[in-house]
């Protein structure tokens, strides 16, 4: 399909490898409920944290050229992995022979934005998945804007799959939500900021909260996402013109559509009906 011309307006595009980018989502949606969105999971192949750069990458621009015919001129990858791995490869290489007027953007630069918001003594930790804390994009991308913070990555390989499976209410889920925290806060005792830097990770709050000493200020990104949209449509008019706006909302996997919609309705709380697609 030629996407070069086509400008209809169209809904925007939210990518996460699994559930996870539903947090981005709905914050997104809070903010801005009049638009149409179009959420992508491929929950076949998630998860995507402990898989090559290569991989993500492949994996990553065959679901934003699916949303792309989909109708969406804009895309958020909803993922702190794919916006490691990915998305420079897909702005910088992808955009201008696919597709030169549609955009593409990530999590992970507003996120580093706010984040001076919340620490006052500048020790920040970051939750992520191995792919995310390897690639050391947060670190690099907080010391270009803080140069004076102490960034701490704490990879939670395990943290992914608890939630991939429902078990993040369960109480076999505290062993590994206390290990994580306890790891990364004997390596900075100083850290008075966390960030959760997965989007399936706001699900586990409830018990991070609980092993997290009071004092550390926890940090999610759906709010933070969805006010850099609200910016970023503020700042580019045309954009914002090729959002179409009836409020609905479309949910795919790549997985069984009926476990989507299942587990997808636990997680927001209210039910949806996915549809399955194949990339
Ligand atoms: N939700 C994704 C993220 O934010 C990762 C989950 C996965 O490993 O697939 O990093």
Redesign the pocket.
């Known amino acids: 399909m030629n996407l070069k011309d086509i400008h209809t307006p169209g809904p925007i595009g939210v990518f996460?490898?699994?559930y996870?980018?539903l947090t981005i989502l709905e914050g997104i949606r809070k903010l801005m409920p009049g638009n149409d969105y179009l959420y992508l999971g491929d929950n076949a192949r998630?998860?995507?944290?402990?898989r090559s750069f290569e991989v993500v990458y492949q994996f990553t621009r065959q679901a934003v050229v699916k949303m792309f015919e989909l109708g969406c001129q804009l895309v958020i990858l909803g993922?702190?992995?794919?916006s490691a791995k990915a998305l420079r490869s897909i702005q910088q290489l992808d955009l201008p022979q696919i597709a030169p007027d549609r955009r593409v953007l990530g999590?992970i630069r507003p996120t580093v934005e706010a984040i001076g918001n919340y620490t006052r003594t500048g020790h920040i930790g970051i939750f992520?998945?191995p792919?995310?804390i390897r690639s050391e994009s947060y670190n690099i991308e907080i010391a270009k804007l803080y140069p004076d913070y102490v960034t701490t990555g704490q990879e939670c390989p395990l943290w992914?799959p608890l939630v991939e499976n429902r078990e993040f209410d369960n109480p076999g889920a505290d062993y590994f939500v206390e290990k994580y925290i306890d790891t990364l806060l004997h390596r900075d005792p100083l850290i008075d900021t966390a960030l959760l830097?997965?989007?399936?990770y706001p699900l586990l709050l409830r018990k991070i909260r609980k092993h997290m000493p009071p004092q550390v200020r926890i940090v999610t990104q759906g709010d933070i996402v969805a006010r850099s949209l609200r910016d970023y449509l503020e700042r580019h008019p045309e954009m914002a013109a090729r959002v179409s706006r009836n409020g609905s909302t479309e949910y795919l996997t790549t997985e069984s559509a009926e476990k989507f919609s299942e587990t997808g309705s636990l997680f927001l709380a209210k039910d949806i009906k996915a549809r399955t697609i194949t990339l």
């Not at 998630?46 to 402990?50: D, F, K, L």
């Open positions: 996460d490898s699994g996870g980018g998630a998860p995507y944290g402990t993922c702190n992995t794919a999590v992520g998945t792919g995310t992914v830097g997965c989007t399936h």
